[in-house]
Nanobody, 126 residues
Framework: QVQLVESGGGLVQAGGSLRLSCAAS????????LGWFRRAPGKGREFVAG?????????DYVDSAKGRFTISRDNAKNTVYLQMDSLKPEDTAVYYC??????????????????WGQGTQVTVSS
């Protein structure tokens, strides 16, 4: 069982940066692929970024986040991060941290996400 708690959301102007953090419980943190999703007003949940288990050498991003967002993990701190740069108003959403069921790989990113945080609001003003 994994419990996830996000932090770091807030209000930022377009072009600015935010870093989201997600702290996880559990003794086997490194064995879980981790990801960030978002849900914008009136839209469905969208995969944003993911990082594989272990050292996290493998990552993946939605096209709109490539070159602007960076996902990373610190297994010693049981924490996953999402560094968001060059933010745009269309990035406004509630961002959720997620973990896949233990033993799965990051890909495919469309399924296997069994644990979710409560979400943190990110608002980008124009």
């Amino acid at each position: 069982q994994v419990q996830l708690v996000e932090s770091g959301g807030g209000l930022v102007q377009a072009g600015g940066s935010l870093r989201l953090s997600c702290a996880a419980s559990g003794r086997t943190f490194s064995s879980y692929p981790l990801g960030w999703f978002r849900r914008a007003p009136g839209k469905g949940r969208e995969f944003v970024a993911g990082i594989n288990r272990g050292s996290g050498a493998s990552t993946d991003y939605v096209d709109s986040a490539k070159g602007r967002f960076t996902i990373s993990r610190d297994n010693a701190k049981n924490t996953v991060y999402l560094q968001m740069d060059s933010l745009k108003p269309e990035d406004t959403a509630v961002y959720y941290c997620a973990a896949k069921y233990q033993g799965l790989l990051l890909h495919p990113v469309t399924n296997g996400w069994g644990y979710w945080g409560q979400g943190t609001q990110v608002t980008v003003s124009s």
